[in-house]
């Protein structure tokens, strides 16, 4: 079901508020029971933890750019138990997907990537189109190199506004939600832009160890500082991370390492990738529990392939006295500490991760032979019109179809579900634009449009992107 969760929106078929419709998300049901201790009084309804397992704090990493020191960096993080998020461009094609940095950054999942858009330009400098464009397609990019979601964004040079040119902070803002951004590594991004609703992309705190040389002492004031004042950095987010660029070598990488390796148990760490991060803090906002029974609740909560990450839920009840806790019949991790019991609550397995992302060319996916697909732009009409053929082996399921389109539209993110497209059959949505907003900053350059196509097929999860490009003299009205 498409939920619209914090306000009943109806932004769902691209009327209403515009914003609304950036907080689509689908959710699915769980029944959880709780076997009480003997002598326990019944359970009051559980808070959602900020931070993973009930910990204190999450921490992460951040690694900017596609430089091939990150892998030397990356090799002494995880021998400290740090993990981390490494941005990365998408200039050139990748052969051998296999063996490209993103694949070898992200390992078994041990690290993750976010998007540092296709060519590191300064966005500002780039027509509304161009800016969306390049964050769009590294973040498809990277998500059918690696065969997982990204969810997670910092921007090139960081530069996302132009002084005297308020269109671009409110261009550059609708074009990371309508990527499916919903993390950012600039803080002020999301805390001080007025075109950004509350509550839709999640940020972290950075502390800065040295890109070439190590200052310890500096970095270990300022990590310090947030934990003194942490009441205020709270407000703003539950995780610190360190940062920026993988450059360290020789002495320096040694100085990191012995960074990281006080650093792993400083605090009562979640350690964690920004994508981690980032689909726990959307869980938490998204999801609702109710009690349903006297040991029984229902949870109703975000799929995993729509977060980005499939990391537990964490349910924190006061006191000790659960013995045990199931959802749909499966045991659920559990941990006592400070007179409180954490759960931790697993997908159900339908509603993971894709296990294969890909994305047409031409129509057609290697990856899923059978499943045509053709996304078209209309500038006589307005409308954009997707289109999904299935001569598969197997009828596909549970299909969400998200298209994003550059600035100038509005909707400029549009979702549309489809229980089931049975074999031979055939699946059209289409999307009525409002008149393009007019200026030459909102009009320049090609028009990028894109489809993401989650779906289970052959009983496996997968996501297919198609895109299409429209180039400016086509789309004169
Ligand atoms: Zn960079």
């Known amino acids: 079901m498409v939920c619209l969760s914090m306000t009943d929106a109806n932004g769902a078929d691209g009327t209403g508020d515009a914003t609304e419709t950036y907080r689509q998300v689908e959710t699915y049901k769980q029944v959880l029971v709780?076997?009480?201790?003997?002598?326990?009084?019944?359970?009051?309804?559980?808070?959602?933890?900020?931070?993973?397992?009930?910990?204190?704090?999450a921490l992460s990493t951040r690694w900017d750019d596609s430089n091939a020191n990150a892998l030397n960096v990356r090799r002494k993080m995880l021998e400290n138990?740090?993990?981390?998020?490494?941005?990365?461009?998408?200039?050139?094609?990748?052969?051998?997907?296999?063996?490209?940095?993103?694949?070898?950054?992200?390992?078994?999942?041990?690290?993750?990537?976010?998007?540092?858009?296709?060519?590191?330009?300064?966005?500002?400098?780039?027509?509304?189109?161009?800016?969306?464009?390049?964050?769009?397609?590294?973040?498809?990019?990277?998500?059918?190199?690696?065969?997982?979601?990204?969810?997670?964004?910092?921007?090139?040079?960081?530069?996302?506004?132009?002084?005297?040119?308020?269109?671009?902070?409110?261009?550059?803002t609708k074009a990371v939600l309508r990527t499916g951004y919903h993390h950012c590594v600039y803080k002020n991004f999301v805390t001080r832009n007025p075109n950004l609703p509350k509550g839709l992309i999640s940020t972290g705190h950075q502390v800065v160890p040295?890109?070439?040389?190590?200052?310890?002492?500096?970095?270990?004031?300022?990590?310090?500082?947030?934990?003194?004042?942490?009441?205020?950095?709270?407000?703003?987010?539950?995780?610190?991370?360190?940062?920026?660029?993988?450059?360290?070598?020789?002495?320096?990488?040694?100085?990191?390492?012995?960074?990281m390796s006080d650093l792993r148990n400083w605090d009562d760490f979640w350690h964690c990738t920004h994508t981690e991060y980032a689909a726990f803090v959307k869980q938490r906002n998204y999801t609702t529990v109710t009690k349903t029974g006297t040991d029984t609740f229902t949870i109703e909560r975000p799929g995993a392939y729509d977060?980005?990450?499939?990391?537990?839920?964490?349910?924190?009840?006061?006191g000790e006295g659960i013995a045990t806790a199931t959802v749909d019949g499966i045991v659920c991790p559990m941990r006592k500490a400070e007179g409180k019991t954490f759960l931790n609550i697993s997908h159900a397995a339908r509603q993971g991760l894709p296990e294969t992302i890909d994305e047409a060319t031409a129509g057609k996916s290697p990856a899923f032979p059978g499943l045509d697909t053709a996304l078209t732009?209309?500038?006589?009409?307005?409308?954009?019109?997707?289109?999904l053929?299935?001569?598969?082996?197997?009828?596909?399921?549970?299909?969400?179809?998200?298209?994003?389109?550059?600035?100038?539209?509005?909707?400029?993110?549009?979702?549309?579900?489809?229980?089931?497209?049975?074999k031979g059959a055939t699946w059209s949505a289409t999307i009525p634009l409002a008149d393009?907003?007019?200026?030459?900053?909102?009009?320049?350059?090609?028009?990028?449009i894109a489809a993401q196509l989650d779906f289970i097929l052959d009983g496996k999860r997968g996501r297919l992107f198609t895109t299409s490009t429209v180039s400016p003299q086509l789309a004169a009205r």
């Open 34 to 57: 709780i076997k009480r201790a003997t002598g326990t009084d019944d359970l009051q309804p559980p808070q959602l933890s900020k931070v993973y397992n009930g910990h204190n704090w």
């Open 81 to 172: 138990g740090i993990r981390g998020t490494f941005y990365l461009n998408s200039r050139k094609p990748e052969k051998t997907p296999a063996t490209s940095l993103a694949c070898k950054l992200t390992g078994a999942g041990e690290c993750s990537v976010g998007g540092h858009s296709v060519s590191h330009p300064k966005l500002p400098e780039l027509p509304a189109n161009d800016a969306f464009r390049e964050l769009m397609a590294n973040r498809i990019t990277l998500e059918v190199l690696t065969d997982r979601p990204v969810n997670s964004l910092a921007f090139p040079y960081g530069a996302y506004q132009a002084k005297d040119r308020p269109e671009v902070l409110e261009a550059i």
């Open 210 to 259: 040295g890109d070439r040389q190590v200052n310890a002492e500096k970095f270990w004031a300022s990590i310090n500082k947030i934990r003194k004042f942490q009441k205020g950095y709270r407000k703003e987010s539950d995780c610190i991370f360190l940062g920026v660029h993988p450059w360290q070598k020789g002495d320096a990488l040694e100085d990191l390492a012995n960074v």
């Open 307 to 318: 977060l980005g990450n499939d990391i537990a839920l964490t349910l924190e009840f006061e």
């Open 377 to 387: 732009f209309d500038t006589e009409t307005g409308q954009v019109v997707y289109t």
């Open 389 to 422: 053929s299935n001569s598969a082996a197997a009828p596909l399921t549970d299909a969400v179809l998200t298209v994003s389109l550059p600035p100038s539209f509005e909707p400029g993110f549009f979702r549309q579900t489809r229980p089931d497209l049975k």
């Open 436 to 448: 393009e907003q007019a200026g030459d900053y909102w009009r320049k350059g090609n028009r990028y």
